[in-house]
């Protein structure tokens, strides 16, 4: 049985991944991008990603666009751990953004027009919603990339096309921290994002945590399920025939 250690640390690298991937994504039309890149992120299309945290490739980060509902999009990241502590388990985030709000405008920083969000795992499949406060808490961290964005200039990536921008932000704390970081953004894929680099310090320069998103592959309909890197089963060896049993003899 996982401890429950374990298992607030699972949630917490869940959590995390969400949270990132939530704010990578960001607002086309805002100061800083040079045109909107999200307007192939249509209902039903989903791009993948490979997740590498602190220089460890542990997981594999889906975000999909859901069927609107009652006026509002949704979107969804799902997190599966392929390899490390927490290999073979996942974790779902599903996002109902506001009335109004535009996905194909703005597919990257959907993260702050959250109206509600929904998680679930693979050791807590009943949908848990996150309570109002918890929502507003997580609401004041989404990041902003767009407001800093500066072009540096269109390379390709992985066969894209894509426009490059570096950025830096600030994130309230005690210490704070100073994110860094750089997008590579295409139009001819779902939420945009090719590649995202960032690296988050202390005043003092020590380095806090550092990520990078790259884009494995992207498409309409379900997403195919990542493989883990977990070793094949050792197969067993063929049992011996039982020798068959000698009739008594009369």
Same mark, same amino acid.
């Not at 542990?58 to 502590?85: N, Y």
């Not at 920083?109 to 109002?132: C, Q």
């Not at 704070?176 to 995202?196: A, K």
């Not at 399920?225 to 063929?238: G, H, I, M, V, Y």
């Given at each position: 049985?996982?401890?429950?250690?374990?298992?607030?640390?699972?949630?917490?690298? &869940?959590?995390?991944?969400?949270? %990132?991937? *939530? /704010?990578?994504?960001?607002?086309?039309? =805002?100061?800083?991008?040079? +045109? #909107?890149?999200?307007?192939?992120?249509?209902?039903?299309?989903?791009?993948?990603?490979?997740?590498?945290?602190?220089?460890?490739?542990?997981?594999?980060?889906?975000?999909?666009?859901?069927?609107?509902?009652?006026?509002?999009?949704?979107?969804?990241?799902?997190?599966?751990?392929?390899?490390?502590?927490?290999?073979?388990?996942? &974790?779902?985030?599903?996002?109902? %953004?506001? *009335? /109004?709000?535009?996905?194909?405008?703005? =597919?990257?920083?959907?993260? +702050? #027009?959250?109206?509600?969000?929904?998680?679930?795992?693979?050791?807590?499949?009943?949908?848990?919603?996150?309570?109002?406060?918890?929502?507003?808490?997580?609401?004041?961290?989404?990041?902003?990339?767009?407001?800093?964005?500066?072009?540096?200039?269109?390379?390709?990536?992985?066969?894209?096309?894509?426009?490059?921008?570096?950025? &830096?932000?600030?994130?309230?704390?005690?210490?704070?921290?100073?994110?860094?970081?750089?997008?590579?953004?295409?139009?001819?894929?779902?939420?945009?994002?090719?590649?995202?680099?960032?690296?988050?310090?202390?005043?003092?320069?020590?380095?806090?945590?550092?990520?990078?998103?790259?884009?494995?592959?992207?498409?309409?309909?379900?997403?195919?399920?990542?493989?883990?890197?977990?070793?094949?089963?050792?197969?067993?060896?063929?049992?011996?025939?039982?020798?068959?049993?000698?009739?008594?003899?009369?």
């Amino acid at each position: 049985m996982t401890s429950a250690r374990n298992r607030f640390s699972f949630l917490a690298a &869940s959590a995390l991944v969400s949270i %990132l991937m *939530a /704010g990578t994504l960001t607002g086309a039309g =805002a100061t800083g991008f040079q +045109k #909107a890149y999200f307007g192939a992120t249509k209902p039903g299309t989903w791009a993948k990603y490979t997740m590498t945290v602190d220089a460890k490739t542990e997981s594999v980060c889906t975000s999909s666009r859901l069927p609107d509902e009652k006026g509002r999009a949704r979107v969804r990241v799902r997190t599966d751990f392929t390899s490390g502590a927490f290999q073979g388990t996942w &974790s779902l985030s599903d996002y109902t %953004l506001k *009335a /109004g709000y535009s996905v194909e405008n703005d =597919a990257l920083d959907y993260g +702050k #027009a959250t109206e509600s969000l929904t998680m679930r795992s693979k050791t807590a499949t009943k949908p848990l919603k996150m309570k109002p406060d918890m929502l507003k808490a997580m609401l004041k961290q989404m990041p902003d990339y767009a407001s800093t964005a500066v072009f540096v200039s269109t390379e390709t990536v992985s066969g894209k096309a894509c426009d490059h921008y570096k950025y &830096s932000q600030k994130h309230p704390g005690s210490p704070e921290q100073i994110e860094t970081g750089e997008l590579w953004l295409s139009d001819t894929v779902p939420f945009g994002l090719v590649r995202h680099r960032a690296v988050f310090k202390e005043p003092s320069g020590k380095v806090v945590t550092e990520y990078e998103m790259n884009l494995m592959e992207s498409g309409t309909g379900a997403a195919p399920e990542p493989k883990t890197n977990r070793p094949a089963p050792a197969s067993k060896s063929p049992r011996s025939p039982t020798p068959a049993k000698k009739s008594a003899s009369r």
